[in-house]
DNA sequence: TTTATAATTGTAAACGTTTACAGTAAACGT
DNA sequence: ACGTTTACTGTAAACGTTTACAATTATAAA
C-alpha cells in the first residue's frame, strides 16, 4: 500500500529511472526488465503519483471549469462536452460551481491557480472584472463559454444570443403580438439574458411597437422565480400576451402561474423559453424555445483551449454555434377578442 | 510570473522556511519580516502551489466525488452540498461523471487516486464490483450516497428506497387503483431503482394484488425513455390506470406519451415519479413525487467523509434521510367508469 | 578481433513545498 | 552582569516524480 518508484525500482532490483520509463516510454527499455517492472508494480500495489509528475514536469494536466450553476441542464450538458474532449487529450477537469456569485467567482480562479491548472473555461457572470483583464497580461489560456460580451481580446464559443432573441420575438410578432413581455435573468449576473433583451428590444422597435419597460422584469434563472414574475405581469392592468423567458427555467415557472390563475397556454397567452432543455419537449404543452448545442458548446471550447495552450493558436477565437429556434405549442397566434374576454373575467 | 517561494524569499531577505511559516502559520513569525514577506509576495505575483504542498504533506486536501449524471439536478444538488461542505474544511472536490458506465467509473477511481484523492463520494452503478472490496480492504475513506445495497461494511447516507416507494404505491391503492404499472430505471446500473421496485412489489402483495411483469419497464433514467415506455403500457390490451416512475424524468416523458395519445392526467390515467426535482412543481399537472433531500444528502456524506479520514470514525455509518411524499396533482382515485369507456374509445 | 554505434540503464539534480532541528537574538529573572 | 528562557529564523532533508547526462552493455561494421 502507498508503495512508490522507488520500491517498485528496489523490488525490480532496477533504478527508479527505469521504472519511470517503463510507465512514460516503455518502448525505450527492454522487454525483459520491464516485464520485472511491471510485476513488480503489481505485487507492491504502486500507483503512479500524479501530483509529484505535476511538479516535476510543471504540468498539471488539468484544466479548470467555472460555471455559474451545474444544477442548469445546459452547463451539465456543456460539462460533459468538455470532459469528453478533455479525457481524449489525458487532461482532468476541475469543475467550479459559482452560484452566479462574482466574489466566489474569484475565489475559484485563486484556488484552480493554486492547483496549478493550465488553462480555463468559464462562463463569467461579472463580464467586466478586474482578473480578466490578469488573464489578458498574463495570457493565461482562457477560453468563455456563453458569454457575449468580449468581442476582442478572448477566445470565446458561444451562440448570437441577440439574433435568436431577435428571432424568436419576431416570430411571436408575426404570431400578432404586440404587447409582449419578457421575463429576464438578471442582467448584472449575466450578459446573455442582457443580450437577448437588446434582441427583444431591437425586434420591437424594428416593427413600430413601443416599448413598456413595465413588461420586462428581471428574476433569478430559476421556475420559482419565473413563477413569481409571471404573477406579477398578469397582475398588471393590461398584461401581456405573449412572454419571451430568457430560460426554460424561468418559461416553466411562469406556465405554472399562468395555469394557477386557471389560465390556458397557449390560448389565453403565449410563453415562450431559451436554451431547449431536454425537459422542454416533453412538458405540456411542449415548449417553443430556442436550442442551444450544449454539449458541443463545451467540447468544442475545450478543443479551443487545447490549441491554445499549445501554442498553436494565438488571434483571439471567436466561435459562434447554430441555434434553432423550436416551434412547439406554447405560442400562438393572437385573438384578439378572447384574449381580451378572458382577461377581464378573471380580473375582476 | 510564475515565482515561487524562494524567489519570495530572496526577494523579502529571508529563508524560504520563513516564507512558508508566513503562509502556514503566520502568527510564528515577527510583524515587521511577515510585512516585508508579504509585500514580497506581491511583488514578485506569487501564487502558493498546492501541488507541491500535497507532495511534502502528503495530503492533497481533496476528494473524489463520482456520479453517474451530472444531468441529473439530483445529482448536481448533491454535488453543491458534499463542495459547500468540502470548501468549510478547505477541501477541493473532483467531480467524475460516469454516465451509468462501470467501466468509466472504474477508470474514474483509478484516475482520482492518481490524484491522490483523500476519500470518496461516490454512487455506483455497480454494486457489486471488486474495487469495493478493494476500499475495504486498504480501508480507504469511502461514503456512498444514495446507494442502498451495502447495508454491512460501508459508510452511506440515503432515503429507505424501499420503504417510500411502498409508501406512494400503498397511495394509489387507496385512491383505488389496482392496475399498476412501475416505469424503472434499468435495475443492474441502479440499485434504487431495484429497491423502489421492491417496494412496489410488496406492497401490491400485502394488498393481495396480483402481480403483473409485464406491467413493469425497465429503461434509462430519461424523459424520452419514460416516454417510450408509457407509449408501450398504452398500447397493452389492458393499461395499467397508475404508474409509478422511479425518477422524475421518467414521468415527465411518460406524461407527455399520455397527452400525446389524448390522454388527461389524472383523470384518465395517474401518473408519479420520485425525486421531486424543482421542476417537478412547477409542470402540468404538478408532479406527485417522493422527496429527497438531495442537497442535504450531499453535505452530510462530506460531513461524515471528513470525520472518517479524520479516523474520527471507524464503524460504518448508515445514515437513512427523510423522504416525504409530495402529494400533487397527477394521481387522482380511480374512476373505473371513465377509464374503461375512454380506453376503450382510444384503442379501437 | 577491434572499433564504432546503438540500445539500455543508472546517477543525480530538479520541481516547490514542509518541517525537524539547530542556531541566533532578544527578553527575562536574579 | 549572568544564565535561562523565549521568540524568531535558517539549514537541509524529504515528498515522488522526470530527465539530462553519463555509464554500461549489446550489436554491427570492419
Not at 28 to 46: H, I, N, Q
Not at 181 to 188: K, N, R, S
Amino acid at each position: 500500500m502507498g508503495s512508490t518508484i522507488k520500491d517498485v525500482a528496489r523490488l525490480a532490483g532496477v533504478s527508479i529511472a527505469t521504472v519511470s520509463r517503463v510507465i512514460n516510454s516503455p518502448e525505450t527499455v527492454k522487454k525483459e526488465t520491464r516485464e520485472t517492472v511491471l510485476t513488480a508494480m503489481k505485487e507492491s500495489g504502486y500507483t503512479y503519483n500524479t501530483l509529484a509528475r505535476s511538479l516535476s514536469t510543471r504540468k498539471s494536466l488539468s484544466i479548470g471549469l467555472i460555471v455559474p450553476s451545474i444544477t442548469n441542464p445546459i452547463f451539465a450538458e456543456s460539462t460533459l462536452g468538455i470532459q469528453d474532449c478533455a479525457n481524449n487529450f489525458g487532461y482532468t477537469v476541475l469543475l467550479g460551481d459559482t452560484d452566479y456569485d462574482f466574489k466566489k467567482e474569484a475565489m475559484l480562479i485563486n484556488a484552480l491557480n493554486e492547483r496549478r491548472v493550465e488553462g480555463l473555461i468559464i462562463t463569467t457572470s461579472s463580464v467586466s472584472n478586474p482578473y480578466l483583464k490578469k488573464f489578458k497580461d498574463e495570457d493565461f489560456p482562457v477560453v468563455f463559454i456563453y458569454n457575449t460580451t468580449f468581442s476582442e481580446d478572448f477566445h470565446f464559443v458561444t451562440i448570437d444570443n441577440f439574433k435568436s432573441a431577435y428571432e424568436i420575438i419576431k416570430y411571436l410578432i408575426e404570431l400578432g403580438h404586440k404587447r409582449i413581455g419578457m421575463i429576464a435573468g438578471y442582467f448584472d449576473i449575466s450578459d446573455r439574458s442582457y443580450a437577448r433583451w437588446q434582441g427583444y428590444a431591437q425586434c420591437l422597435k424594428d416593427h413600430g411597437i413601443p416599448q413598456d419597460d413595465s413588461l420586462v422584469v428581471q428574476e433569478s434563472f430559476t421556475a420559482p422565480a419565473g413563477k413569481e414574475a409571471m404573477k406579477y405581469l398578469l397582475k398588471m392592468s393590461k398584461p401581456p400576451t405573449a412572454v419571451f423567458c430568457s430560460n426554460d427555467f424561468l418559461a416553466i415557472g411562469a406556465m405554472s402561474a399562468v395555469y394557477e390563475k386557471g389560465l390556458k397556454i397557449p390560448d389565453d397567452i403565449s410563453i415562450c423559453g431559451f436554451d431547449n432543455m431536454e425537459l422542454s419537449s416533453h412538458i405540456y404543452p411542449p415548449l417553443t424555445t430556442v436550442d442551444q448545442p450544449a454539449y458541443e458548446m463545451g467540447y468544442r471550447a475545450m478543443e479551443i483551449l487545447m490549441r491554445v495552450m499549445a501554442g498553436e493558436v494565438t488571434v483571439p477565437q471567436h466561435i459562434f454555434l447554430d441555434y434553432k429556434l423550436i416551434i412547439r405549442n406554447s405560442c400562438s397566434t393572437l385573438n384578439l377578442f378572447t384574449k381580451g374576454r378572458k382577461h377581464e373575467e378573471k380580473r375582476f
